[in-house]
């Protein structure tokens, strides 16, 4: 992954986390269903997303650093 995925999960991850610790605070019922559901969500989420970032990652190798010569046929 490069830094700018990591910059993006800090942005992302970082209000989420932060609204997942208001959300078990407000709660008066302390019904954890719906918050397990939505950390199961979270996870899938970022399980998704690195793993197709890093098959892209792979697969382009000129965003790697590794520049392809030109084709002109």
Request: proline share 5%; charged share 15%.
């Amino acid at each position: 992954m490069s830094i700018m995925s990591f910059v993006f999960f800090g942005l992302m991850l970082l209000p989420l986390v932060i609204f997942l610790i208001w959300i078990i605070n407000k709660d008066k019922k302390k019904n954890y269903l719906g918050l397990l559901v939505l950390i199961a969500m979270a996870i899938v989420a970022i399980y998704s997303i690195v793993k197709f970032d890093s098959n892209f990652m792979e697969s382009n190798p000129a965003i790697n650093g590794k520049p392809q010569s030109p084709s002109y046929r």
